[in-house]
């Protein structure tokens, strides 16, 4: 018996040895992939100062209407992800595409990721390039902070335009997502070597080879970071204050929407339902994924065209 139970010690203490060498390796490999990899992130757009840290921001075309384009969570390059749209609506309009801290190319935060904190940030950023007057575009989580945009600056947001955005009865959204761990996880290499057993992009994006190189990299760099991770614990709270929460009632509204959502059923008729609370709201459905502005930019641009023409959103 006694011989047993010290095989199995060692046999425990061997496993152990080996996941404590192997942590350690892809801990060593995922810290000199970051910083080679920090080498080969190109730079674009401009910087600004918010809150002693730098924002970056990217301006495209030009027009008599200004476009601000607010991401989706978590996305790695806003810049990146809106291009094709961005192509398509620069050629009659300026289009602004804010990434905010912890996106992109910005710097990270120690504060709090709450709705409030995030739409401040993104409005001194627009203050800062003295833009005071534009039709508010986003993807999915935006769709909450646009709300609080609205309201706060109702004499600059001139429209809002949502790409299958949230709104705030949306369900599956009060998780409380382990963020220690998974920040241990990207520390320690975990993530990287998840992705890189997952395989790479199928070529399916609109995107050039280039670009989805550069996106790949800026995922691992803000992946799962700490402003990141700050964000992500702070879905629940933001969704919970935004509750019973509308658009202004005389704030044009137009909503491009999933129209077969399976795990939603419900999600266009919350979309029409929201759409219902201002005095011109609209809802256009889509075939498509979450993503739409990668599979539907055209159907985006020139529906947006569309409606803009049909109102008077010309600057002052």
Do not use: C
């Amino acid at each position: 018996m006694k011989k047993v139970a010290k095989r199995a010690l060692i046999t425990v203490t061997a496993i152990g040895a080996v996941i404590a060498v192997g942590l350690a390796t892809t801990t060593i490999v995922n810290a000199v992939a970051s910083g080679v990899e920090a080498d080969r992130i190109e730079p674009y757009g401009e910087t600004v100062s918010v809150d002693g840290h730098d924002m970056n921001v990217a301006i495209s075309g030009d027009g008599p209407e200004t476009i601000v384009l607010l991401p989706g969570f978590g996305t790695p390059s806003p810049v990146i992800d809106f291009e094709p749209l961005v192509d398509d609506l620069a050629a009659d309009h300026r289009v602004v595409v804010v990434e905010p801290f912890g996106y992109g190319l910005s710097d990270g935060t120690d504060r709090s990721r709450t709705t409030e904190n995030i739409v401040s940030e993104v409005h001194e950023a627009l203050r800062s390039l003295d833009i005071d007057s534009y039709v508010l575009m986003g993807h999915s989580i935006a769709g909450i902070y646009g709300i609080e945009f609205a309201h706060r600056y109702p004499d600059e947001v001139r429209a809002f335009v949502g790409i299958d955005t949230s709104v705030p009865r949306q369900p599956h959204v009060d998780t409380v997502f382990p963020t220690g761990l998974m920040g241990a996880a990207k520390n320690l290499g975990l993530v990287r070597l998840l992705t890189a057993f997952g395989g790479t992009d199928d070529g399916e994006s609109p995107s050039s080879a280039e670009a989805r190189e550069q996106m790949m990299l800026l995922t691992n760099r803000n992946s799962l970071g700490p402003t990141y991770l700050d964000e992500m614990s702070h879905i629940r709270t933001n969704f919970a204050d935004a509750i019973g929460s509308t658009f202004p009632q005389d704030l044009p509204l137009l909503l491009f929407v999933v129209a077969e959502n399976e795990t939603t059923p419900e999600w266009l008729s919350l979309h029409d339902e929201q759409a219902a609370t201002v005095a011109d709201g609209t809802v256009v459905p889509l075939d498509g994924e979450h993503y739409l502005h990668h599979t539907h930019s055209t159907e985006i641009a020139d529906g947006f065209r569309s409606w803009e023409e049909a109102r008077d959103f010309s600057g002052d």
